[in-house]
């Protein structure tokens, strides 16, 4: 006897949308999160258009952006210090016509507060998968570190990037390579009424500088690798990097003391070749960990949720065996996938490979085409906010 129809492994952005839409179908879902709580550092804010369009299509947009967020309508590059307006999201389709930079947790809660009013919903937080349950070569479930085993007829792998669940499943990642890290922090600022997000490059020195009205979150890009040798220039040298390379940052830049307040994101770029088993099926990181250029993980991760439920969730409702269908997920998101990850390689190895070895030229025929002809910023706007094969809500509501 199964405890659930589908158990989600993993509270993040892809599980708690598989999880609540599952459920919403009717589906017995019950989502494992090894944290007690959505709190944890900064893991990416970046709600896009297409994802607020599917909260759009749902009925619960207005209800979402009741959370703490800010929105960003537009995207600047700095180069040498001139200002290239580079990304116009204010004239696409749909509701969605910014980037919501929302805190994660803030989302995540939003999630969960929606799928605990949905009876076939349940969440058990605390509760870390170690292992799986196989029987004649299918999943039936997983075990918990507490020992608990709990099964279930589809088992969804959510957790992300690092996943022990495709490690237990032997599906085999295809490492893409990376050649950059990123140094996250935070510096304080006034708010203002104009949202200033914008990337600087100078001096072979990269910053992001995410405006969160009143603080900056801030992304420093280094070599694969560096952090340990940026560390042995010490705190002043890095100060100073950041504020030679983004001078909007001001004096707030002496407000970071301590390397403890500097995290490391160590930049990952992979892909599962297959993507399910028997009784198994994973997505989001899980699947496919992304770069942060462009900032289209927390996105990619809602957009194979939908699809899967799109595909699964009335089968399953109906009792259907839902084996023969999971090829027919990842068929679906195989292809932006692998276009949005050969389009961060190539920005790896030629934007940000050029900027850091200080290659780019003062005003970059690209960037004064976007800064020149206004609607020409409407094309990486949907590029980034809509992604391809943008998913709609098709899955049954019970
Ligand atoms: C520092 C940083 C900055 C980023 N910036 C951005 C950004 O700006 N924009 C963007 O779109 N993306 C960004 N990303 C990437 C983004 O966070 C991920 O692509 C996205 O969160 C993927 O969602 P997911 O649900 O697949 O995986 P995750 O968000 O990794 O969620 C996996 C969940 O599973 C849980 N879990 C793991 N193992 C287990 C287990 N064994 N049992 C139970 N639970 C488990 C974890 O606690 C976690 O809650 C950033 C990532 C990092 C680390």
Redesign the pocket.
């Known amino acids: 006897m199964s405890d659930c129809q589908v158990l989600v492994?993993?509270?993040?952005?892809?599980?708690m949308m598989a999880g609540y839409l599952f459920a919403r179908a009717g589906v017995r879902t019950m989502v494992?999160?090894?944290?007690g709580d959505f709190l944890r550092?900064?893991?990416?804010?970046?709600v896009h258009p297409s994802t607020l369009d599917l909260f759009d299509e749902l009925g619960l947009l207005d209800h979402l952006l009741q959370r703490p967020h800010d929105r960003v309508a537009e995207l600047s590059a700095v180069v040498r210090g001139r200002t290239f307006k580079v990304a116009d999201f204010s004239h696409l389709p749909g509701r969605g016509r910014f980037i919501a930079m929302m805190p994660?947790w803030e989302f995540l809660d939003f999630l969960s507060c929606e799928a605990k009013r949905l009876p076939a919903f349940s969440l058990a937080m605390e509760?870390?998968?170690?292992g799986l349950i196989e029987e004649h070569g299918r999943v039936c479930g997983v075990i918990a570190k507490n020992g608990r085993t709990i099964r279930a007829g589809l088992t969804i792998a959510?957790?992300?990037?690092?996943?022990?669940?495709r490690k237990a499943a032997d599906l085999p990642l295809r490492d893409l390579g990376a050649p950059i890290d990123?140094l996250?922090f935070r510096l304080p600022k006034q708010r203002e009424t104009k949202n200033e997000t914008a990337g600087f490059i100078d001096g072979g020195h990269m910053v992001v500088l995410i405006d969160r009205g009143d603080y900056w979150q801030c992304a420093r890009v280094i070599g694969k690798g560096e952090f340990d040798a940026v560390k042995r220039k010490g705190l002043d040298c890095f100060r100073a990097d950041v504020r030679a390379t983004a001078p909007m940052v001001g004096d707030a830049i002496d407000e970071l003391h301590d390397w403890d307040e500097v995290?490391l994101?160590t930049v990952a770029l992979d892909r599962l070749d297959r993507w399910h088993r028997p009784g198994l099926l994973a997505?989001?990181?899980?699947a496919h960990?992304?770069s942060?250029v462009g900032?289209?993980?927390?996105?990619?991760?809602v957009q194979d949720a939908v699809a899967a439920a799109n595909i699964l969730a009335g089968p399953i409702a109906a009792g259907e065996e839902a084996d023969g269908l999971l090829e027919r997920v990842r068929a679906r998101r195989a292809f932006p996938v692998k276009a949005i990850q050969s389009l961060q390689r190539a920005i790896h190895h030629n934007v940000i490979g050029a900027a850091r070895a200080d290659r780019i030229s003062r005003a970059p025929l690209l960037l004064r085409a976007l800064n020149g002809i206004a609607p020409l910023r409407r094309i990486p706007a949907r590029i980034i906010g809509l992604g391809l094969r943008r998913e709609h809500i098709r899955s049954p509501k019970a």
């Open positions: 492994v993993g509270g993040g952005p892809a599980g494992l999160e090894k944290h550092d900064f893991r990416g804010d970046t994660q509760t870390e998968a170690t959510a957790d992300g990037r690092g996943s022990v669940l990123v996250w995290k994101l997505i989001g990181d899980a960990a992304m942060p900032g289209v993980g927390i996105n990619l991760a």
